[in-house]
């Protein structure tokens, strides 16, 4: 079965700081990788996904993740965050042809400081 | 926002009463989903229906049922509420091919069993 871990469960940053969020899978094969973001009091938005090709990935709002297939990563960046950035952040994963099933991490909680 | 409706947004119940949630979709997706998400856990899938009448099993199913007798409906019964079930529940529905399936979620019901 798959699983995802986010390890960072809460993260503070002051505005303008540059942000990574960790995100590891367990899955032998070919998987599908997503980030998700959760606004508070509102629901999920995807914020960019990756199925194949360029392992870096450029989603809304500014930003980027990175596929590191030796390393079963999925790392989600943005270079300057901003206090609009304050959400929960979802990584999830999906096997191709597994049903359609995606597997979430538990979530990471970003406040960004004004 | 991929056109999904879910009602009653915000219920409160009672122990040992039953409820059922309906998700509610526009563009005739095949896929839609049930998840619960509680803090520490992400999201986690209850059922999940694959076409009318066709449906199965998720991580957390015990003590939920859910029925698809239309398309675009998707309904989620609790027969008998207990206060572990208090929570937000997140329906979704899948859109692209078998190789970039890519999950939309719904604005979710919150759910206070007392």
């Known amino acids: 079965a798959q699983s995802v871990s986010q390890h960072n469960h809460h993260v503070i940053l002051s505005e303008a700081a540059s942000l990574e969020l960790g995100c590891n899978y367990s899955?032998?094969?070919?998987?599908?990788l997503f980030w998700y973001v959760q606004y508070p009091g509102q629901h999920l938005q995807l914020l960019l996904k990756?199925?194949?090709?360029?392992?870096l990935v450029k989603g809304i709002k500014g930003f980027e993740a990175e596929f590191i297939k030796s390393k079963f990563s999925f790392n989600l960046r943005k270079p300057s965050v901003q206090w609009s950035d304050t959400a929960e952040y979802f990584c999830?994963?999906?096997?191709?042809?597994?049903?359609?099933?995606?597997?979430f991490g538990s979530g990471t909680q970003l406040t960004v400081l004004p | 926002d991929a056109g999904i409706t879910q009602s009653p947004r915000h219920k409160v119940t009672e122990t040992g009463t039953p409820v059922t949630l309906r998700c509610h979709q526009t563009?005739?997706?095949?896929?839609m989903y049930w998840y619960r998400q509680d803090p520490g856990h992400g999201l986690r899938l209850i059922h999940y229906?694959?076409?009318?009448?066709?449906?199965d099993k998720g991580e957390v199913s015990d003590g939920y049922s859910v029925s698809r007798s239309k398309t675009e409906d998707f309904l989620l019964t609790l027969e008998s509420a207990t206060s572990s079930q208090t929570s937000v529940y997140f329906c979704?529905?899948?859109?692209?091919?078998?190789?970039?399936?890519?999950?939309?979620f719904g604005p979710g019901t919150r759910l206070t069993v007392l």
């Open positions: 563009e005739n997706h095949r896929y």
């Open positions: 899955y032998g094969g070919t998987v599908n």
């Open positions: 229906s694959y076409g009318v009448k066709d449906t």
């Open positions: 979704a529905i899948s859109a692209g091919t078998a190789s970039t399936d890519t999950q939309y």
């Open positions: 999830a994963v999906n096997a191709p042809g597994s049903a359609r099933q995606l597997t």
């Open positions: 990756y199925f194949s090709g360029d392992p």
